[in-house]
Every structure is written in structure tokens, then in C-alpha cells.
């Protein structure tokens, strides 16, 4: 009788204790199997070497933010920036297109050589602005170039004295003035209280090295590409990361939709022509030829006149400063 109860007493355990051993076997189980498939977060690099600011590179610009935008495991997004700006409208649009990001995660800026006019506009969308020591940031101002009018021909013909044109050196001027306090109004906006400067000063358009960008609360820190990779995981909350390159990734898509679209011969044919890459001096020297540095909002030869002027595409421009010297457009 005895032995009979003590099976009896075993058989009622194993009732009772097997399904809770059952149980936290499975949660076990799915805790390591979710631990060892889990991957872990990202972290998006968006390298901007050297760029002028144009349709074509915002758009590419804008192609990679909106990668990592959509990329869920993608927790956080640094953009190392070389721009010493570039047209007013892309640069605006990235600016746009960096603050949409920083709604859904944190963007964090690394500047490297410029951080200047239109790049400066585009890194005010991030969450935080490092620079190096030596970055030159600021330049926050317009300018734009006119030539004389073309000839008059008898098949272009205009409903309004501004139609072939774009106005006149004084109508241009006023659109400047309407452009530069836009400019400045981001500023104040996005910089708040952390600007130690005056509106008056930013509106001088000058440059300033990162250390001294820093101490007039135009950026947020000095430090390496490393130490903004760091911070963009604080804002993010991560710890363990991985990185990913975004620049790669976005290239690697648009080869497959070119390759489905025209064939592989198609792209090895266009990685054959490719031209060797243009240095900084290069670009730099080449649009100092094409706009010669006119002061803000002024005229060279003085009073601004009515006379009408011809007006190149893109207008106006959110760039710094050039070398007179640069060499001729080839």
C-alpha cells in the first residue's frame, strides 16, 4: 500500500510540476533562439566627400536619407560632410530632407573640411553638429551672377518686361535680401538658444574655425568622426551596434535596377567610361570662374540699375567664397 502511494504522490507531482518544466523549457528555447537570430541595430553612415551642392547631387543626397529612413533596423544616421554649399533650392532640399529624417531618428553631422553656406544649411536639419578644429563653418549669406541681356531675335517674344530676362540688377537684389533673412531665420530657429551670436554678425556671412564655431553655438561639438558615431547611439539608446555603410548599399540598388533595366554589358560599359574623379581645387576653381564673388547684396559698379540682366540657372547660390585666381572653365 505503500508503494502504491508514493507512486500515486509521484504521478500527481509529475502532473502538476511537468507542464511548468514544459513551459520554461519553450520560453527557454524562443529566449535563446530570439537572442542568436536577433541582429543588432544599425547605425547608417552617409559619407558626403567633397560636394557642391547641385540638383544632381542633392538628389543623391536625398536617395541615401531616404534609405536609411526606411530601413527599420537602422536606429541612427551619421552624415560626415564635406560642402562648402552649392545652389540655394537643393540646399534648402536637403536641409528639408534631414530634418524629416531627424523625426522618426536621431541624424547626427560630422563636418569635415566645410560646413560652410549651403552645407551649413543642410546640417541645421540634424540633431547635432560636430565639427573638427580647423572645419570652416558659417558663411551664411547668398549671391548670385548676371550677365547682359541677349540679343533681341524675333522668335522669342515675352508677355512682360521681366519675361526673357528675370528682372533687373534691382529686382535681383531684392530677392537676395528676401533670401538672406530666409537663411537666417533657419538659423535662429534652429540654433535657438544655443547661438552665442549676434544676427547681425551671422549676417555678415563670415567664416569661422570649428573651435570658434563652437563657442558661438553654430555647432554643438568638436571631435571625430568616432566620437558622432558615439553620440548618434546615445540619442538612439543602443549600445551594441553595427554599422552600415549607406553610400554602398544606395550604389548597389541602383546597379540592379539599371542591370534590370538595360543588362549587365550596360553597366560594366559605364563602370569602362567612367571619368577619374575631379579634385576639390578643380571644382572649386572652375565655379570661381563662373561666379565671380560679389558682395552680398551689392553691386560692383555701384547703384544697382534698371537695365535688364540675364539670369543663369540655377540663380542663386548658398556658397562660399572662391579663389579669384581659379583657373578657366574648361
Not at 524562443?30 to 541595430?41: H, M
Not at 546597379?255 to 581645387?281: L, Q, Y
Request: glycine residues 10%; hydrophobic residues 45%.
Amino acid at each position: 500500500m505503500e508503494m502504491l502511494a508514493s507512486a500515486a504522490r509521484l504521478t500527481y507531482r509529475w502532473f502538476i510540476l511537468g507542464p511548468i518544466m514544459i513551459g520554461l523549457g519553450i520560453a527557454l528555447g524562443l529566449s535563446l533562439f530570439f537572442t542568436v537570430l536577433r541582429a543588432d541595430p544599425k547605425i547608417g553612415i552617409i559619407d558626403v566627400p567633397f560636394t557642391v551642392i547641385t540638383e544632381n547631387s542633392a538628389f543623391f543626397i536625398s536617395q541615401m536619407l531616404d534609405y536609411a529612413r526606411e530601413r527599420e533596423d537602422i536606429k541612427a544616421v551619421v552624415v560626415l560632410l564635406n560642402s562648402p554649399g552649392g545652389g540655394v533650392t537643393p540646399s534648402e532640399q536637403l536641409f528639408l530632407r534631414t530634418a524629416n529624417l531627424r523625426e522618426e531618428k536621431p541624424v547626427v553631422i560630422s563636418g569635415g573640411q566645410f560646413v560652410a553656406s549651403g552645407g551649413y544649411m543642410m546640417s541645421m536639419g540634424a540633431n547635432l553638429i560636430y565639427a573638427k578644429p580647423s572645419s570652416i563653418v558659417g558663411s551664411i549669406g547668398v549671391r548670385t551672377s548676371f550677365f547682359p541681356p541677349p540679343p533681341p531675335n524675333e522668335t522669342d517674344i515675352g508677355t512682360g518686361p521681366a519675361k526673357l530676362t528675370g528682372g533687373t540688377e534691382r529686382t535681383l537684389l531684392g530677392e537676395i535680401e528676401l533670401l538672406k533673412e530666409a537663411f537666417l531665420r533657419t538659423v535662429i530657429s534652429q540654433r535657438g538658444d544655443r547661438l552665442k551670436i549676434s544676427p547681425e554678425e551671422i549676417l555678415q556671412a563670415l567664416t569661422y574655425p570649428g573651435f570658434q564655431a563652437k563657442q558661438l553655438g553654430l555647432v554643438d561639438e568638436i571631435g571625430s568622426d568616432i566620437d558622432a558615431i558615439r553620440a548618434a547611439a546615445r540619442l538612439a539608446g543602443i549600445d551594441n551596434y553595427e554599422l552600415v555603410d549607406v553610400n554602398a548599399e544606395v550604389i548597389k540598388l541602383q546597379v540592379e535596377e539599371f542591370r534590370r533595366i538595360f543588362g549587365t554589358d550596360a553597366v560594366m560599359s559605364v563602370g569602362d567610361n567612367a571619368e577619374p574623379p575631379v579634385s576639390a581645387a578643380e571644382v572649386l576653381g572652375r565655379i570661381g570662374r563662373l561666379f565671380p564673388p560679389t558682395g552680398d547684396a551689392q553691386i560692383a559698379g555701384g547703384v544697382p540699375s534698371d537695365i535688364p540682366i540675364s539670369v543663369s540657372t540655377p540663380r542663386y547660390f548658398y556658397l562660399y567664397g572662391v579663389p579669384t585666381d581659379a583657373a578657366p572653365v574648361e
